[in-house]
């Protein structure tokens, strides 16, 4: 079955650090991978994808993430944190075969940057 | 991309009531998905909702309890029947976009829910 694995409830830094927020998977094949972050009281909003290429791909608001195969791993990155960017990001994942449109969510990890 | 909104955006209700959540999109799509955000926990899918077809429920989510209906591209509803405190959770609409090689997944604001 799928799964996607975030291990930490909460990640703190302090603002300008870098920031890292991790992400485990478990998934037949290639998945599709995915990160969006909520905000207090509004939607998911979207961040980045894996879809295929390389395996850093960058996204919205200065975020990165790394797809690692071998290790099953698609991590958050920031190379710089502001206090903005605390909320509660998830990590998804979702399968290629079958384009069933389904997405798995990690449990979600609240990011706390303090200035 | 898709602009999604939904009415209503927050409601209290009582035990034992209904309440009919719509997500309305800004372009036709196939696929719209309702997910569930119960307090302090992820994003759960409740059902896939198809223009043309039944809504397929996941497991442990039954159509009694959250009848869907997708009359058109651009609109669905839930319904949470019978509801119960266990129920005060955020409901979110989500669709799926053609990004031109990939399908994109976008979600509406959701509707916060407590049921006293």
């Known amino acids: 079955a799928q799964s996607v694995a975030q291990p930490e409830d909460q990640v703190n830094v302090a603002e300008g650090n870098p920031l890292t927020v991790k992400c485990t998977y478990s998934?037949?094949?290639?998945?599709?991978l995915f990160w969006y972050v909520q905000y207090p009281n509004r939607g998911l909003q979207f961040l980045l994808k894996?879809?295929?290429?390389?395996?850093l791909v960058k996204g919205s608001y200065g975020f990165e993430a790394e797809f690692n195969k071998s290790q099953t791993s698609f991590h958050l990155k920031k190379p710089s944190a502001l206090v903005s960017d605390s909320a509660l990001y998830f990590c998804a994942v979702r399968e290629r075969a079958g384009n069933t449109g389904k997405l798995i969510f990690g449990q979600g990890t609240t990011l706390q940057v303090k200035p | 991309s898709a602009v999604i909104s939904q009415k209503p955006s927050r409601d209290i209700c009582q035990r034992g009531t209904s309440l009919t959540i719509q997500c309305q999109v800004d372009?036709?799509?196939?696929?719209m998905f309702w997910y569930r955000q119960q307090p302090g926990q992820s994003l759960t899918l409740i059902a896939t909702?198809?223009?043309?077809?039944?809504?397929?429920?996941e497991s442990g989510f039954v159509i009694d309890k959250f009848p869907i209906s997708r009359p058109n591209l651009t609109f669905s509803t839930l319904t949470v029947s019978n509801m119960s405190p266990e129920d005060s959770s955020i409901y979110l609409c989500s669709v799926d976009v053609w990004g031109g090689s990939y399908n994109e997944q976008f979600f509406g604001p959701g509707t916060r829910l407590t049921v006293l």
């Open positions: 998934v037949s094949g290639n998945p599709y």
């Open positions: 909702a198809n223009q043309g077809s039944e809504a397929t429920y």
């Open positions: 372009s036709q799509v196939t696929m």
């Open positions: 894996y879809i295929t290429g390389d395996n």
